[in-house]
């Protein structure tokens, strides 16, 4: 059982910047497929990025690649989401989700419904941007 903790939301203006938190617990660190999705009132959740734990590059969705960037600290078992150049679209519940990793998936999450087969869920934080 991996218990998943987000962190880091709030309100910028369009161009800032942010750094979501992804704390993990229990399972085993390094063998995760680990994600952010989003999603915005009244819209249907996206999926933003994704990684392999166990090392591996990360795969980020057209909307948000080369302003949004995933790392990982391993001593703290913690992902990020760095993300710069913030614009008001951007703006949604942001959700951490994580399953154990499967070798024969890959770990690139292009859609919002990968959230559903995700085994660990965060309970979200709230980025807005305003313009």
């Known amino acids: 059982q991996v218990q998943l903790v987000e962190s880091g939301g709030g309100s910028v203006q369009a161009g800032g910047s942010l750094r979501l938190s992804c704390a993990a617990s229990?399972?085993?660190?390094?063998?995760?497929?680990m994600a952010w999705f989003r999603q915005a009132p009244g819209k249907e959740r996206e999926a933003v990025a994704s990684?392999?734990?166990?090392?591996?590059?990360?795969y980020y969705v057209p909307a948000v690649e080369g302003r949004f960037t995933l790392s990982q600290d391993n001593a703290k078992n913690t992902l990020y989401l760095q993300m710069n150049s913030l614009r008001p679209e951007d703006t949604a519940m942001y959700y951490c989700?994580?399953?154990?990793?499967?070798?024969?998936?890959?770990?690139?999450?292009?859609?919002?419904?990968?959230?559903?087969?995700?085994?660990?869920r965060g309970q979200g934080t709230q980025v807005t941007v305003s313009s």
């Open positions: 989700a994580a399953d154990s990793f499967d070798p024969m998936r890959a770990c690139a999450l292009r859609r919002g419904s990968d959230y559903d087969r995700l085994s660990y």
């Open positions: 229990g399972g085993t660190w390094s063998n995760l497929c």
């Open positions: 990684i392999y734990t166990g090392g591996a590059i990360a």
